[in-house]
Every structure is written in structure tokens, then in C-alpha cells.
């Protein structure tokens, strides 16, 4: 029973950590059907963001970093998407092998930058310490990943641009017709969906290690929360993110580690089963 | 067609980075039969360690301190008055390609030994290659133990140099409930039931063993299992990033050095940048050498490290093995007078050499070295201050044949 | 780029259009390619050579695997690794069993099994390892493809999906030490069928048997097809829906074109095992599996001989990149994809058919159709890269 009451927390927090990364992508993958596998190496982006920025915020660098990073990885996107996504609409799996090949290049490029072994980011005295099992730095990254959507959802639904966003994930031809840039709307979602990467590289420094590697190690799992919530689904993104976190929570406790991401997977596939659009569909009538 | 022009210019420059690789191709073919290993004025050596890959980050350390040793032997005239040329070749972190690899280095270059690997998995993978083609190979790791290949040199610790000193130095400390925490590998699974048999003989409690895939990073759930269980320390067996994860997220459950302790087997000098010594700092590990070691060759040894590759640079476990590795080959053949595999393994046996860690005595029979046993703690300034060691040398013992209570292991 | 403007679909002309000589180029090709490959390449390559080319043959087995179920299907599997495992370790459980001769595998000593278990005994016998690997793959593939595509799970969510049971896989494979030898895998082989695996001639003779399977199944998946089948095939690559509104069904088809990919993935593995000595789950892992469609894109995604062609050349590449400048090939690797896919789609053989167009369209026509795509397309017809939405 104790456990039970335990593991809630610890699953939120895994929750919130999926949740910031799977967020960016929900969007990217959700309103133009893009399959960036270099998400990854965005979060990455991030991560080295905060640890240049040490040179001169010191350990406040963590929280100096979060616009920094937004808009590293928010460009870094922005590049990806002019130079070789908008090429590639309508044709989503070549869109994952091309930025599979970006990602390979991006972590070379990591690794001749700043080497291969990991680097350090100093967390911030004020998240040393915690309350009961969870710490502060957890607290943080949660009061994060609530941020994000709050900001995500006020900006979808209160904001002409993106009810404009809103309106070519529905139907990007009847958007078109209706006099909305579209292409110039991809632009700023693949600069807000790779920004959020970036938001979340910097968070996850203070848990994880950054090295090249950083991207590989959340890039599945980011996938997973997005194909089990749903394409473009801010409500379906949080609802999985929940979900799987409590899941692995519990079956980490009660299993080990390796069983509990096994049967992550094995709930995903049979989730996808019952509801394969995810758990929330948009309502179009396009017809593939 | 609107555009075929500039797609049959695109086709062209696809095709010649294509051919570019093929162009490449016939250089090292011919090169291969130019130096064998017996004739000419140079003698080539072999080193294959994962220059990519989730591995590079450890092994390209020790590739680094194997050539500062080559360089050095050449400086010094080389061996039987010949240059040592080093052929560096990229495992890429995989282990078929570490087999494949070793081939072309016997096949093709035919060198005259090969110094290579990290992970246990790579290892055995190699093996039935040098086996069968009886080549030798110089592995610079700890590892498990319960392997004795005749063609390979285990220049790094066995279990009983690295995990039973370990152990040794918790039990002396008072340390009796114990919490195993490893990778899920080949490594921490065999050196946890050596563990297990020992606390068992030893009036030691085992609370909890917990494994994590390789490159996990969430390890909120087991630290929580770690603290609920109340160990008087953690056995750390854990490998690569995921060492990383599991202090800083160790650290920020409010667990400390003094009420825990860790001992890790797989983190030294170079880990400790990366996780942070913050998170790390007053930590316990096992190993046979730390930069800190004192002594006249340690000394010479850093120097020359960092004067060759930088001052930020840190010296560590690994890299000195692989650095003793080429010394000791080098001085087996200028016993041998030959290059030549059997008569190098027949002249290693007995070879005492004064190395970085002190005096290393290859034993002919496993091919494995007496090593002296160093524990360490973690500095707030990165560096590892030894507290306790073995006093002298320790027989290798890779399947633990003189300790009563590993009978139940082989 | 004007890849909405050119969703056009054009379709090869009915096997009977090209005149006879136009028939006979593909036959032609196909016997020289062979001859190439069974009598030229082990007489003119060194042994370690000739290894090397049969570990490429057997990525391309794989690679013939997903250019039918990708190019012609448009199912992009990213998971064929598993049922490359599958294989594989099928055949290594049996070349472990046997080198043992009645004894325990040496990693399950290590790592303290006892007895050997149940799922290893059936493997005593070669001949349900070898149909193991091949069957197992398949019942594994029609399982998963029955319920993934009657829900009509497609596209980007089919490519995860793969992708995630690959992941899967390798947890569980590493996971389960005492039974799978871990991260380890299976490795130290020493006899095949009575014959010394290490001995030059028993490598010659397994490239032999490398490449005449591969030959065989490729004419296999030719006339796949080249069938009514492989017509409908195509028609669900293009427009699921409406193959369904004719009453066709399409889960059906897709699911036994991914079986059949499977198997052919299963046998590559169970080949591959002898040739190269190890099966370790880093073989079936994400990366690999990824490795190798990249590879079908490299040489031509909507050709078979494209997708074989491309396994071929990248694995060529790769070992040839390494052994020049180990640091680079990550760059070179991840600059060939980004090439690829933005400038030739159709990968190298989309750039021979595209470049013989344009030579072809300066030239005054002849009697034969402008689209007819000879020996360059034998896999299929040409299509503008253009999938169907997600």
C-alpha cells in the first residue's frame, strides 16, 4: 500500500519528463506529418546549450538556458525545415530516414565539438533537497512540462496564429483556399515543436547525462507517447505521458527495469490495437 | 521531366561519393601484404577499440594511452630494432564488428598482435577469432572473470583483484546489508553472484539486486527501492551514462556518501567529469591504479599523457592497462627475439615489469597479471584518493579456484 | 520540389509490351549478375574478402525482404531485425548444441543454468532450426500483421510500431542472460554440418550457398510481383481505400507480403549466423534494422535489384569507410541519406532509369513506350515518390 502511495509521485515525475519530450513532437509529427527522428538530438541541442552557458551564469545556468535553448534548438529546426523538410510533405517516412541521417550527422558534430565523454551541467543550489521522496529538481521539471502545455494550449486556442496553426492540422488544403500562409505556419510550428526539444534538453541535465548520446537515449519513448496520445493532440500527449509514466513506475517497482520498459512496449502495441490513431483522433474526412 | 538535368547532377555526386568509397578500397588491400609482421623494419601492431558509438567515449582513452606507448617504444628504438607502426581500426561499439575487424587486422595487415576491447560482450566476440586463427590479443579491462583463452592477454582485473577487495574493504568497514545495482549485462550479473557467494560466507546481507538496461536514465523508481531497502551501501556495477542518471538522481533523493556509500567498479577519472563530482563526491571505488597512485612511472606516465594530448586530460584504470599492455607484449618479444605468437606466449610467463600501478607480473599460466588492489574515494577536486590497498600484488584467479566460498560458481 | 504536381502514377507497361529483345535484357542481366557472383567473386577474392561480400548478400536478403513489403507494400518495417534474430538465433542456438555435444553451451555455465532449458532442446535437430528460422519469423509476422493491419495501423504508425518490438526485443533478449547469452549473444562456433566453420572452404562454400539463395529468392519475389498479387499490392501501396471499396481486402495482402518479408529476413539471419560467426541482439536492434532501410533507399527502393543492390553497396561502403577514417563515417553515413533523399528518391536506380529517360527523351522516339523501365525497374513499375498520407 505504502508503495502504491509512493510510486504515484515518482510515476508523475517520469510522466512530466516524457511529456517534455514528446510534447514538441506532437506537433511536428501532428500538423505536418513529419517523423523527426532528429528530435532527439534537438533535446541534445538544448542540454550543450545549458552547459556553454555555464561559462558565464554559472549554476544559474539551468534556468538562464531555457529561452537560450528554445531558440538554439527552435532555429536549429527551422533550418531542418527549410532547407529539406518542406521538400518532403506528403511523404512522411522519408522524412524519418532523412532526419535520421541528420541526427547521425548532429551527433558527430556533438562529438567533435565537445567531445565524446559526457559533460557536466551544475544544477542550481536552490534544487538541492527535496520534499519527501521527490526532489526539488523533479518538482522543477514538473512545474516545467505544466508550464509548457499551459503556454502551448493558451497559444493554440487564444492566439490567431495558433488558431491559424489549428486550422492546417485539420485540413491544409481547405486552410490553403482560405488564405492562410500554410507554409509560413509549418515554419512557426517547427520552430515551436523544436524549441520545446530544447526547453526539455536543459531540463533533463539535471537528471540525466549529456553527452552525444543524450538524443538516442528519450527518442522511442518520445515517439511512443506521441503515437499512443494521438497526432497534434495536446490533451492525447498528456493523457499517454501520464499513462506510461505511471505504468513504468509501477511495473519498474513491482518487476525490474528492463521487464518494465518491455511491457511499456507490449501495452502500446496492444493499445494500438483497440485504438490505432491513438487515443485521440482528429475528426477530418479526408480520405488517404 | 522537368527537372532531369539537375537530378542526373545530383545522380553524379551520390555516385562519386560512392565511388569514393571504392577508390579508397584498394589501398589497404595492398598495403595489408607490404610489412608482415616478419620482415621489413617495422613491425605492425593492431589496435581495435570503438572510435564510435556508444563506446568511444571510454574506449578512445585507451587507444590514446596505447599509442602514447607505441610512440614511446619507437622513441626508444623500438622493438628488436624495429619501428611499431599502429593500425587503428573502429569496432563502432558492436560486437560483430569488433569480430569482423580483428579478422582483416590477422588476415589482411598481419599484425604481429592486436591490443583492443572494452566490454566483455566485444571480448567474446574476438575470441574465437584469435583463437582460431592463433593471434593474440591484449585486452585492457576489468571483467568477469571465468575465462582463460590461450590467445589472449588480460591485462585489467579479474574478480579477484577488483570485486573480493571490494568486497573485503565494506566488510571491514562494518558495511553488512548490501544493495546490488548493475547494468544488464554479462559483467554485473556474474560479478553480482560473486557477491551473493561471498556475503553468504560472510555473515553479509544482500537486500535488493537490480538490473537496468544498458543506457537507461530514468532511475527514479529504483533509487526509491534502494532507500526503502536501507542498505549500509550500494555495489555499483552499472556501466557507461547510466552511471551518470543514477548519481545525479541518487544525489537529489537527498542520499549521501557518508550514510551510503557506493562502490562503483565501472567509474574513474574520466566518469567522474561527466557525472559530476557534486554528485559524486566521497564515493567509494575498486580498481588497481588512479592518477593519484605515487610512484616514479605513475608519475612519468602523466605527464607524457598530458604533455601529448592536453592538460585536462585525466589518466585512469583502462588506459594505464592498455598502456602496460603494449610495454609488456614489447618486452615478451624482445625476449622471444620474435615476433612470432607461441614464442611470445611461451616468453611472457614471469615478465615483471615496474609499471604506473606499481609491479606487474604476467602469470603464464592464465595470462592474466598479479595486480595490486587499490581502493578509492572520490575528491571534490575529480581526483581519487587511495585508502586502502592490498600491499602487494594479488595472483590472478579468474575463476576463484582458491576461495572456499566460490565453489558453487564454475 | 514538384512532387504534388507530379502525383502521378505510371504504371509498367502489361509484360507483353517490349519486344522480345526487351524481354530477354532482364533474363540476361539477371545470369550475368550470377555468374558474376557464384564463379568470378570467389576465384578472384581473397578469403576474408569473400566473407565480407557474403555478410553484404545476406543484408541483402534482408534488404529483398523490405523492398517488397516498403517499395511495393508501403509498409516501412523498421523492425526486421527481429525476425533476422529470430534466425539467427535459431541457427546458433543449433551451432551451440552441437559444439557442446551433449554438454551445456559454455555462457550458460557462466552464467549458472543448470539444465538446459526447454526452449533450447527442439534445436538439438538441425532441420527444425533451419525451419524454425524461417517459419518462426513468419507465424511471428502473421500474427502481428493480422491484427496491425486489419486495424489498419499504416504508415508512420506501423514504422514505430516495428520500431518499438525491435526495442522490445533487444531488452528482452539482453534480459534474459541464461538463456540467450545476453548482451553477449552467441558466438565461438566451430562446426557446421560436420564441416570446420573456420577452414576457408567451408566459407567459400557458404558464400556459394549465400548467393544462390539470394538468387533464388529473388526470382521468387519477382514473379511475386510480377503476379496479380503484386498488381494489388501495389494498388494498397497507392491508395489503400479505394483497393477496398473494389472489394479487395487489403489486410490480407499486406499481411502475407510482410510474412513473406519476414521469412525472407529469418533465412538471411539463419545465413548469416555460420558466415560471420555471432548473433548478438546489437544485430536487431533499432539501429540495424534502420541501417538497412536506408540502405533499400540508397539503391532504389521501388526495384527490387535496387533494394538488394543498395544492401549490398552500403555495407561496402561502411566497412571500407571505417577501415579509412573511422571518425568520419557517422558524417559520411548521415550526409548519403540526407543526399539520397532529397535529391534521388528513387535512390541509384531511380537516377539509371531517370538519367536513361533523359537520353531516351532527346532521341526521336521509337516503336517502345517511353515509360518502359527495362531491366532497371524488373521489380516493379515506376512510380513518382509519393505515398500516401499517414
Known amino acids: 500500500m505504502e508503495a502504491i502511495v509512493n510510486q504515484l509521485p515518482i510515476g508523475l515525475s517520469i510522466a512530466a519528463v516524457l511529456l517534455l519530450i514528446a510534447l514538441g513532437l506532437t506537433f511536428t509529427f501532428g500538423q505536418m506529418g513529419v517523423i523527426n527522428m532528429a528530435h532527439g538530438e534537438f533535446i541534445m541541442a538544448g542540454a550543450y546549450t545549458a552547459y556553454l552557458l555555464q561559462g558565464w551564469a554559472g549554476r544559474q545556468a539551468v534556468l538562464v538556458a531555457l529561452p537560450v535553448a528554445f531558440v538554439v534548438a527552435g532555429v536549429m529546426g527551422l533550418i531542418l525545415e527549410r532547407v529539406a523538410i518542406r521538400h518532403f510533405y506528403g511523404r512522411p517516412l522519408d522524412t524519418l530516414l532523412l532526419t535520421w541521417g541528420v541526427s547521425l550527422v548532429l551527433q558527430q558534430l556533438a562529438r567533435d565539438l565537445f567531445g565524446a565523454p559526457n559533460v557536466q551541467v551544475r544544477a542550481p543550489e536552490w534544487l538541492q533537497g527535496g520534499v519527501g521522496i521527490l526532489p526539488y529538481n523533479r518538482l522543477f521539471i514538473f512545474a516545467l512540462a505544466v508550464g509548457s502545455v499551459v503556454a502551448i494550449w493558451g497559444y493554440m486556442n487564444r492566439t490567431s496564429q495558433g488558431r491559424r496553426m489549428q486550422a492546417v492540422m485539420q485540413n491544409r488544403q481547405l486552410a490553403a483556399v482560405s488564405g492562410i500562409n500554410t507554409g509560413r505556419v509549418d515554419q512557426r510550428t517547427f520552430f515551436i515543436g523544436s524549441g520545446l526539444a530544447g526547453i526539455a534538453g536543459v531540463a533533463l541535465t539535471l537528471i540525466g547525462p549529456v553527452g552525444p548520446a543524450l538524443g538516442t537515449y528519450y527518442i522511442v519513448d518520445a515517439f511512443l507517447v506521441v503515437v499512443a496520445g494521438g497526432l497534434g493532440q495536446l490533451r492525447g500527449a498528456l493523457i499517454a505521458a501520464a499513462a506510461l509514466g505511471l505504468l513504468n513506475s509501477y511495473a519498474e517497482f513491482w518487476t525490474n527495469a528492463s521487464l518494465a520498459k518491455v511491457i511499456v512496449f507490449v501495452v502500446i502495441i496492444a493499445f494500438l490495437q483497440i485504438r490505432p490513431q491513438g487515443l485521440f483522433v482528429l475528426k477530418a474526412r479526408a480520405l488517404t | 521531366m522537368r527537372n532531369s538535368a539537375w537530378r542526373i547532377g545530383a545522380a553524379i555526386a551520390v555516385l562519386a561519393t560512392g565511388l569514393a568509397a571504392c577508390g579508397g578500397e584498394p589501398s589497404t588491400t595492398t598495403g595489408g601484404t607490404a610489412a608482415a609482421s616478419g620482415g621489413g623494419d617495422t613491425i605492425k601492431v593492431g589496435l581495435l577499440h570503438s572510435l564510435s558509438g556508444t563506446m568511444a567515449i571510454s574506449e578512445v582513452t585507451v587507444r590514446d594511452a596505447e599509442l602514447l606507448a607505441v610512440e614511446e617504444i619507437n622513441k626508444a628504438g623500438g622493438v628488436l630494432g624495429k619501428q611499431l607502426v599502429p593500425v587503428a581500426e573502429d569496432g563502432a561499439s558492436d560486437w560483430p564488428t569488433f569480430a569482423e575487424k580483428a579478422t582483416k587486422l590477422i588476415a589482411q595487415d598481419k599484425v604481429a598482435t592486436v591490443f583492443g576491447g572494452w566490454t566483455s560482450a566485444s571480448r567474446k566476440a574476438m575470441l574465437p577469432v584469435f583463437e582460431k586463427r592463433k593471434a593474440l590479443l591484449w585486452y585492457p579491462v576489468q571483467y568477469e572473470g571465468l575465462e582463460s583463452s590461450p590467445y589472449i592477454f588480460y591485462t585489467g582485473a579479474t574478480t579477484n583483484q577488483q570485486i573480493v577487495p571490494g568486497l573485503d574493504y565494506l566488510k571491514e568497514k562494518g558495511k553488512k546489508k548490501i544493495f546490488l545495482v548493475g547494468s544488464d549485462y554479462v559483467f554485473p550479473r556474474t560479478a553480482n553472484k560473486i557477491i551473493k557467494a561471498y556475503a553468504a560466507a560472510n555473515g553479509m546481507q544482500v537486500l535488493g539486486e537490480e538490473y537496468t538496461p544498458l543506457g537507461h536514465t530514468e532511475y527514479s523508481t529504483l533509487v526509491n527501492k534502494v532507500v526503502a531497502a536501507k542498505p549500509d551501501a550500494v555495489f555499483n556495477t552499472l556501466n557507461g551514462d547510466s552511471n551518470v542518471a543514477f548519481f545525479k538522481q541518487l544525489k537529489s533523493a537527498g542520499v549521501t556518501a557518508e550514510q551510503m556509500p557506493v562502490m562503483s567498479v565501472s567509474v574513474a577519472e574520466e566518469e567522474v567529469k561527466g557525472i559530476g563530482v557534486d554528485n559524486i563526491a566521497g564515493h567509494l571505488v575498486a580498481w588497481n591504479y588512479y592518477q593519484t597512485t605515487e610512484n616514479p612511472a605513475n608519475a612519468k606516465f602523466v605527464e607524457a599523457f598530458k604533455a601529448k594530448y592536453g592538460a585536462d586530460r585525466v589518466t585512469s584504470d583502462p588506459m594505464e592497462a592498455g598502456y602496460n599492455a603494449v610495454y609488456l607484449w614489447a618486452e615478451a618479444v624482445k625476449k622471444a627475439g620474435t615476433t612470432e605468437v607461441e614464442a611470445v606466449k611461451k616468453a611472457a610467463g614471469g615478465i615483471a615489469l615496474e609499471r604506473p600501478e606499481g609491479t606487474v607480473t604476467i602469470d603464464g599460466e592464465n595470462q592474466h597479471m598479479y595486480k595490486t588492489a587499490r581502493i578509492g574515494v572520490i575528491e571534490p577536486d575529480g581526483q581519487i584518493k587511495e585508502v586502502w590497498n592490498s600491499g602487494k600484488p594479488i595472483k590472478p584467479d579468474p575463476y576463484l579456484k582458491t576461495y572456499s566460498w566460490a565453489g558453487g560458481l564454475t | ?390
Request: with cysteine.
Open chain 3, 1 to 390: 520540389m514538384t512532387t504534388t504536381v507530379r502525383n502521378v502514377v505510371r504504371v509498367a507497361p502489361p509484360p507483353a509490351g517490349p519486344s522480345w529483345r526487351g524481354r530477354l535484357r532482364a533474363p540476361a542481366v539477371f545470369v550475368l549478375v550470377a555468374v558474376l557472383a557464384l564463379v568470378v567473386a570467389p576465384l578472384l577474392l581473397e578469403p576474408f574478402r569473400l566473407g565480407l561480400l557474403a555478410k553484404y548478400l545476406c543484408f541483402g536478403i534482408v534488404a529483398l525482404g523490405i523492398g517488397l513489403a516498403w517499395g511495393q507494400g508501403g509498409m516501412l518495417t523498421l523492425g526486421q531485425g527481429v525476425f533476422f534474430g529470430l534466425g539467427g538465433y535459431a541457427m546458433g542456438m543449433y551451432l551451440k548444441l552441437h559444439d557442446a555435444g551433449g554438454d551445456l553451451p559454455d555462457f550458460m555455465v557462466w552464467s549458472g543454468v543448470e539444465k538446459l532449458p526447454a526452449l533450447w532442446v527442439p534445436f538439438e535437430n538441425p532441420v527444425f532450426a533451419v525451419a524454425f528460422a524461417v517459419i518462426g519469423p513468419v507465424v511471428l509476422a502473421v500474427l502481428l500483421g493480422s491484427l496491425v493491419f486489419r486495424q489498419r495501423v499504416r504508415g508512420a504508425y506501423f514504422a514505430i510500431l516495428t520500431q518499438a518490438l525491435a526495442a522490445a526485443t533487444v531488452i528482452l533478449l539482453v534480459g534474459q542472460q541464461g538463456l540467450t547469452g545476453g548482451t553477449n549473444g552467441l558466438t565461438n562456433f566451430f562446426d557446421l554440418f560436420g564441416q570446420d566453420l573456420a577452414a576457408d572452404g567451408t566459407q567459400r562454400g557458404l558464400y556459394i550457398v549465400v548467393a544462390a539463395v539470394l538468387g533464388v529468392l529473388y526470382l521468387v519475389a519477382w514473379q511475386l510481383v510480377r503476379s496479380r498479387f503484386g498488381r494489388l499490392l501495389i494498388a494498397i501501396r497507392d491508395g489503400e481505400d479505394r483497393v477496398r471499396f473494389l472489394g479487395y481486402n487489403p489486410a490480407t495482402v499486406k499481411t502475407v507480403t510482410f510474412a513473406v518479408s519476414a521469412g525472407m529476413a529469418g533465412l538471411a539471419g539463419a545465413l548469416f549466423v555460420p558466415v560471420v560467426g555471432i548473433i548478438s541482439p546489437a544485430l536487431l536492434g533499432v539501429v540495424p534494422s534502420l541501417e538497412l532501410v536506408v540502405a533499400v533507399a540508397v539503391g532504389g527502393r521501388f526495384s527490387l535489384a535496387g533494394a538488394v543492390l543498395g544492401a549490398v553497396v552500403m555495407g561496402y561502403a561502411k566497412t571500407s569507410f571505417s577501415e579509412q577514417f573511422a571518425d568520419g563515417w557517422l558524417y559520411l553515413q548521415g550526409a548519403l541519406f540526407i543526399l539520397v533523399m532529397t535529391l534521388a528518391p528513387k535512390g541509384i536506380f531511380g537516377l539509371a532509369a531517370t538519367a536513361r529517360d533523359f537520353v531516351v527523351s532527346r532521341r526521336p522516339r521509337t516503336g517502345r513506350p517511353l515509360m518502359s523501365t527495362g531491366t532497371a525497374d524488373i521489380g516493379g513499375p515506376l512510380i513518382e515518390a509519393q505515398e500516401p498520407r499517414a
